[in-house]
T-cell receptor, first 113, second 113 residues
Framework: DAKTTQPTSMDCAEGRAANLPCNHS???????VYWYRQIHSQGPQYIIH???NNETNEMASLIITEDRKSSTLILPHATLRDTAVYYC??????????????FGKGTKLSVKP | NAGVTQTPKFRILKIGQSMTLQCAQD?????MYWYRQDPGMGLKLIYY???????DKGEVPNGYNVSRSTTEDFPLRLELAAPSQTSVYFC????????????FGPGTRLTVT
């Protein structure tokens, strides 16, 4: 069963903020929200993760609702190089089999000039 | 740091042949993973390792073997290659105490004919 729901595709104008939503209504208290992206034919790239507080790093910001049932990944100034499939993944932070990343279909983000 | 490296980038095998996919990381990560990604699909975990000398099966281990004699290296062995093993193979590594975000290699594209 899919733990997350994301739109199939989104467009964004270059230079604008890209806001990618994710629903995870069945998230457990010890599960984190992770975001990865995969640019065509390349290995997935880690972007950001969070538990309940909003997080920001050099790549993006992650906004998690207070009830933790949904989140939004924000790319503040999208460039053409941000065109990729973005995956929202919910899992515990443990390693080994707990670290198994279950990639759904993700959101294909197209950044247009 | 080179991060996670994989060799070869591409390989064509005949049915019944064997080969080893190489993976190395220079980040001193304790966890390492092998995934496969079929066209248009998400990643599936083949094997993982929590440290040198310790490996365990993932979701789709049949037809593969792994070993982990050092922290840095995690080779994946295909015995008796079959067309169903045509896929892109990604190796990843992570460090548990840092949130366990996984860092991926560039992948090996394998075709079995």
């Amino acid at each position: 069963d899919a733990k997350t729901t994301q739109p199939t595709s989104m467009d964004c104008a270059e230079g604008r903020a890209a806001n990618l939503p994710c629903n995870h209504s069945t998230i457990s208290g010890n599960e984190y929200v992770y975001w990865y992206r995969q640019i065509h034919s390349q290995g997935p790239q880690y972007i950001i993760h969070g538990l309940k507080n909003n997080e920001t790093n050099e790549m993006a910001s992650l906004i998690i609702t207070e009830d933790r049932k949904s989140s939004t990944l924000i790319l503040p100034h999208a460039t053409l190089r941000d065109t990729a499939v973005y995956y929202c993944i919910v899992r515990v932070a443990g390693g080994g089999s707990q670290g198994n990343l279950i990639f759904g279909k993700g959101t294909k983000l197209s950044v247009k000039p | 740091n080179a991060g996670v490296t994989q060799t070869p980038k591409f390989r064509i095998l005949k049915i019944g042949q064997s080969m080893t996919l190489q993976c190395a990381q220079d980040m001193n990560h304790n966890y390492m993973y092998w995934y496969r990604q079929d066209p248009g699909m998400g990643l599936k975990l083949i094997y993982y390792s929590v440290g040198a000398g310790i490996t365990d099966k993932g979701e789709v281990p049949n037809g593969y073997n792994v070993s982990r004699s050092t922290t840095e290296d995690f080779p994946l062995r295909l015995e008796l290659a079959a067309p169903s093993q045509t896929s892109v193979y990604f190796c990843a590594s992570s460090y548990l105490l840092r949130g366990n975000e996984q860092y991926f290699g560039p992948g090996t594209r394998l075709t079995v004919t």
